[in-house]
């Protein structure tokens, strides 16, 4: 099977809208698989569902341009989730985990976050879009939705953006291809989940116009191949579940 490289080509901006919107607008221009764009400030940065992402500067922003096939789409925020956590553990000595389907969390606060926008047509691509905050203030600002940290906060030290997007780069490359050739299996990557067993708040019915959501409670089980989710409901019978958000 042909190796995936992935930052071989990257076009790095001082401000943008958001890296989705150049991401997008490449794919449209027959762009190579593996494609990265990162910025330093992003005037309109997207979070998942249809929240903002804000940052200061300074943080690390960027979107991997792939070329997966339609099986294997469901699987991209997982991976990158991974990849950033096998960064960040070089780094970290505090718990680090994944909150399905997209979040990495240290001690419990979120310290990343990853967007995945699939485009299905005659090309299929997908833009995965990634946010980890290295130097931004989240100890005095607290207009964020959830407890957030940054790589500087618990390390007490500045750390250059660029050379952790480099890292996460060869990171995703790395599990992407073990994925590839079947070498990685996303169901043993259960252990890193946050609320492991626990019955934790999923918000189902999202609406995203009037922004109204039940929760439902859940038992999280387990990780499939696929990315999905296994969790018991109160009754005791499983279900995976592909799209949804853990509230608590
Ligand atoms: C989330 O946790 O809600 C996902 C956040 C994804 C943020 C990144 S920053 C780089 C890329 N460009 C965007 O506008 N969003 C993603």
Known sequence: MKKIYIGKKKYIFNEISS???????????????????????????????????????????????MKPEISLMSTLPIISAFSIYKVLEKFIDTEIKIKWP?????????????????????????????????????????????????????????????EIVEDVLKSFENIYNEILIGKLKISNLSDMLYGLNKRVAFRTNYKSFD???????????????????????????????NASEIIT
Not at 22 to 48: L, M, Y
Request: proline share 1%; aromatic share 8%; net charge negative.
């Open 19 to 65: 890296t989705m919107d150049i991401a997008n607008f490449f794919i449209h221009t027959g762009i190579e698989e593996g494609t990265v764009v990162v910025a330093k400030f992003q005037t309109d940065g997207r979070g998942s569902n249809q929240r903002k992402w804000l940052s200061n500067g300074n943080d690390a922003l960027f979107s991997i341009i």
């Open 211 to 241: 922004r109204q959501s039940e929760n439902t409670y859940y038992k999280i089980i387990s990780l499939n191949d696929d990315g999905t989710l296994e969790v018991s409901d109160n009754n005791g019978k499983k279900i995976s579940i």
């Open 102 to 162: 997209n979040d990495v969390l240290v001690d419990g606060k979120k310290i990343s976050g990853v967007l995945v926008e699939n485009h299905i047509k005659t090309d299929n691509y997908s833009i995965i879009g990634i946010g980890i905050n290295i130097n931004s203030d989240h100890k005095k600002n607290n207009t964020f939705i959830y407890p957030s940290v940054s790589l500087k906060e618990l390390l007490n030290e500045k750390i250059q953006p660029l």
